[in-house]
């Protein structure tokens, strides 16, 4: 399992994104069959199908960068100790027409080719398929838990296998003989997760842009060698696997998990899509939030700009304006004493400018209170272009809606909404989904400095900016329609 | 390419095993030679019918060497595709005849009846048209079995999963279709209510294939889902 301290928090707001604030990721992110997404020398370098990669140093905007020698198919990266591990394919993939294949290893102390430390040296081969038999030696993955280091390997073509390296040299430890694992998969990976081993693959057809019919599939076993059963009992032996993510809006055909651990309770994951349909339809990569129920993955999203109560997990209250509240003209009596004969009618919301008549015009004091269904609880929240972003996801600005007073960090670590939104690093957040699906909500950086903060739910009606705790529901925040 | 040119190699062996173990008239006995590219995945069929494996998968089949059928990619398998390609009549009896192991058909080349026993669940048809030195790519393959059921068995389903498309017959009428550029997932889709008949029930099948793996697994399940095993197949 790979683990990233979230390093990036404090570099990002210095970053400017190239492009906008897409559904995806920003830069040039295109690639086919990334490998997992791995931090080296302050930066994060992913691998795709034949030389070259992509690197960011936000997890957000993505370039052409990084070197990896030997060429062919849908490599993985593993860092164990001060080495990272790199396998790669060469041959099969019915490319043309073979499923004659090796998997190669090799490592190098840096994946930055600036760095003195970056340099490969070959491991060798450490999984083959001759060709004739019901296996393809292509698309490894490693893991590494427990002293032990697995790589899943195999395409459509066969059986998924899985064997044993050494990960004091990533070569094949001496008498390993791979295990049957699954069908009919692709792009496979594994992670380790309370007791579980989990294999995730891609089903479906690729390369094929729009038509391409990928999606992602898991299985679990309580051993690395299987047997891999799907949520229904279906083992993937026998072409099973529970739905992880598919396509939907503007992108196809996703494949190849990369699992991205930011601690803390968050955690991503990476894939390409085979088709970004604003990007000509080609194949780039993509992070999002992964989930966990019930002791299974399942993608989560990128909260999707509109308005909403902001709700704290901890009390349910809702994060607000600290304003005089404003009744709503009624008379009680109504409730009770009505007669039944009386005319039905409806009775307006109350209005912002009804709601906002007695507010500050300069900083206003934010904490949190029952939910009223007022306009002072209500905040629009909306991707902030070219303000650059973080793992996955792009910096957000939070404003009371209709309005411009905007949610902002404070130099004493507090929080406040501003009269107006100014595009300032301390009115940008970060919006992570939880793997119980709530969110945890983090200035882009802490005015003060220092280390990163969020937004906490110190008492029941109290908000602030302090660390985070992943065991605390102080932390986790719900977005619900107003 | 390794693998065609090992193909051109042996073809002319194995064909001759093929056929001395696979001739004959009637289902082959234990005493058959199963062709070697044929192990793994299948073997000669025993004497007597044979009871579904433990989870219900029927392992015996008639198997008619691939039908050349190109198609360069498998996108195109739709429902109207499917249905128009499996149900061309491409040899006189195909949905009527009962096959007998190396009985030959003609279509534009004699194509031959093969009764095999398949080792795993699933009825490897890419590994039967290798192992036979046939195409694997842009085929149609043809089976049929012969279940047995001790009564009639009513409000039962047919489970089929495919690699790619497939359709499916029993006693004669269409049970089940799988249309797309489907993979093999067991119970990937089952027919509507149908009735075993006590006795004799002839199962049909025709599964497509552009390029990659073909296989197919196919179970009856009762109205619980659950395996139905008091069953026998057979190829006679």
Known sequence: MKHFATVALGLAALLVGTGGAHAQLAGEPFIHDPSTITLSDGKYYTFGTGRGGLVSEDGW????????????????????????????????????????????????????????????????????SDGVEDADAIDPAFLYTGGHLWLSYGTYFGFIRIVELDPKTGGRLPGNQPVDVAIDMEATDLLFRDGWYYLFGTHGTCCDGPNSSYNIRVGRSRSPTGPYLDNMGVPLLKGGGKLVIDGRGRVFGPG???????GGGTEKFSMHYEADMDRSGRSVLAIQPLLWRDGWPMAGENLKAGTYEIASKRSGNALQLDVDFVRIPFDFRRSFFAKPGEPIV??????????SAGWPSGRVAVDMGEYMIRPHQQWTIT????????????????????TTRALAATQNDEVEAVPAFT????????????????????????PSGGGDLALMAIGASTPTLAAFDPTSDKGRWTFKTP | MVSRQRESFRIPLLAAIAAAALCGGGAATAQTTTPDRLAPYFQPVTAGAKTPDADGFLQRWLLLEPIVKPNRSNSGFTGSYVRT?????YFPGQMTAAPRDGDTVTVATPLRWHALDAVPFDVKLFNFAQGLGKPTYGVIFQAVTVVNSPRERRNVRLAV???AASMWWLNGKEAVTLSGDRRMVMDDVLSPRITLNKGRNVLRGAVINGPG??????????EDGKPIRDITVNVK
């Open chain 1, 346 to 355: 409806p009775i307006p919301d109350q209005t912002l400018a009804q709601d």
């Open chain 1, 383 to 402: 991707p902030v272009a070219d303000a650059g972003g973080y793992m996955g996801a792009p910096y957000y600005k939070i404003l009371i809606a209709g």
């Open chain 2, 85 to 89: 390609a499996l149900t061309t009549k």
């Open chain 1, 423 to 446: 595009g300032a690093s301390a009115q940008l957040w970060r919006i992570d989904q939880l793997t119980d699906g709530s969110y945890r909500i983090s200035p882009s950086v802490r």
């Open chain 1, 256 to 262: 190849h998990f990369g699992l991205i651990d930011l």
């Open chain 1, 61 to 128: 905007t993505w370039h052409s960068g990084g070197e990896r020698p030997g060429g062919g198919v849908a490599p993985d990266v593993v860092k164990i100790g001060d080495r990272y591990y790199v396998a790669y394919a060469v041959g099969g993939g019915g490319m043309n027409g073979g499923h004659a294949s090796n998997v190669k290893v090799m490592w190098t102390k840096s994946l930055d080719p600036k760095s003195p430390q970056f340099g490969y040296h070959d491991v060798g081969t450490v999984a083959s």
């Open chain 2, 213 to 222: 793996l073909s296989d197919f697994c196919v179970r009856f399940v009762d």
């Open chain 2, 161 to 163: 999963g495919s690699n």
